[in-house]
């Protein structure tokens, strides 16, 4: 496989395997899985995903992204994240900062955050317990049975991916979690944070968050640029203790509807990128659709003595 390391200023054009910083994947042009879900509202919902800035990250969202950088990057983990100590002073307000004569208070305050700055400016301040749970859920997923070799056996983790589809002759980038050996061929898998459930829970948040066309995305991508993959999976690991860990591959009949989600999707964006309408969800006048139960018989409730 050949991965192509961009270089800081440089982006990438030509599909391919790239190593390259958040911030550079970003700036790509091209159509990914988080803008692509939202045409499925409508072009309206894309285009505005599209042409607008994210908004801030929740604190679910934070902690799955501590959650992927300890599993998948823990090189980088103490380099992205840092704890404040108990005892830091409280950060010095810009009149503090200004002030002729600060208090000596002040000036002990503004001196630690002067040395913080300096060792730690570049790291996002979590809670020692945000901290504490990504590195219990990450080693969690490593030393299970059936997830753990995985993580041991990937070949490919967080390499963006570019290619462009055929059948639209979009753009289209992605960043897979990891590509794995499995027996003789390669496996794709994506880890997911959760909330304690049983297996058909976790089916049904699949479902609704389109996990499974994420994967088919990713997996269109690999194919277009010469790597096959022979199954598609998720690792699941609960965010609460004792971050109970599961793999759960796709079936067949989940692909295939998953890829078909995908393909339509896709041309959508194609149809509107050609017309340059982005039309929302209520192309015409609606009827307003009322819930059915309003129109069912009334529940006649019998009170004892």
């Known amino acids: 496989m050949n991965i192509t390391t961009l270089q800081p200023g440089e982006t990438a054009t030509e599909p391919g395997l790239y190593r390259m910083t958040a911030e550079q994947y970003r700036a ?6 988080s803008t692509l879900k939202h045409i499925a509202n409508s072009p309206k ?4 995903a599209v042409t607008t800035a994210s908004a801030p990250d929740t604190e679910s969202q934070r902690a799955g992204s501590m959650f992927h950088t300890a599993l ?7 380099e992205r994240y840092v704890v404040l100590p108990p005892d830091a002073p409280r950060r010095p307000s810009a009149a503090q900062w200004n002030a002729k004569k600060p208090s000596p208070d002040s000036i002990a305050a503004m001196q630690w955050w002067t040395n913080w700055n300096e060792s730690y400016g570049g790291c996002e301040i979590v809670q020692h317990h945000e901290w504490q749970t990504a ?9 299970d049975v059936n997830a753990g070799r995985y993580i041991t056996q990937a070949v490919l983790i967080e390499v963006a991916v570019i290619w462009r589809d055929p059948a639209t002759g979009l753009m289209c980038k992605a960043r897979p979690d990891l590509v794995a050996r499995h027996w003789d061929g390669l496996v794709l898998l994506d880890a997911k944070s959760c909330r304690p459930a049983d297996a058909r829970q976790f089916g049904s948040r ?5 996990y499974h066309c994420q994967l088919a995305h990713y997996r269109n991508g690999l194919a277009e640029i010469g790597i096959e993959v022979s199954e598609c999976g998720i690792i699941s690991c609960e965010s609460i203790a004792p971050h109970d860990v599961g793999v759960h591959w796709l079936d067949s009949e989940t692909r295939a509807l998953a ?12 149809e509107c990128t050609a017309s340059g309408k982005w039309p929302g969800r209520y192309e015409t006048e609606q009827t307003l659709l009322m819930p059915a139960y309003m129109f ?9 003595d």
Do not use: Q, S
């Open 259 to 270: 890829h078909e989600t995908v393909d339509g999707l896709l041309h959508r964006v194609a």
């Open 28 to 33: 790509i042009d091209a159509v990914n899985w």
């Open 206 to 210: 699949a479902a609704a968050y389109g």
């Open 72 to 78: 998948l990057e823990p090189d980088t983990f103490a």
């Open 45 to 48: 919902h894309y285009r505005h």
């Open 135 to 143: 590195y219990n859920m990450a080693n969690a997923v490593r030393f």
């Open 296 to 304: 069912g018989e009334k529940l006649e409730i019998e009170y004892a």
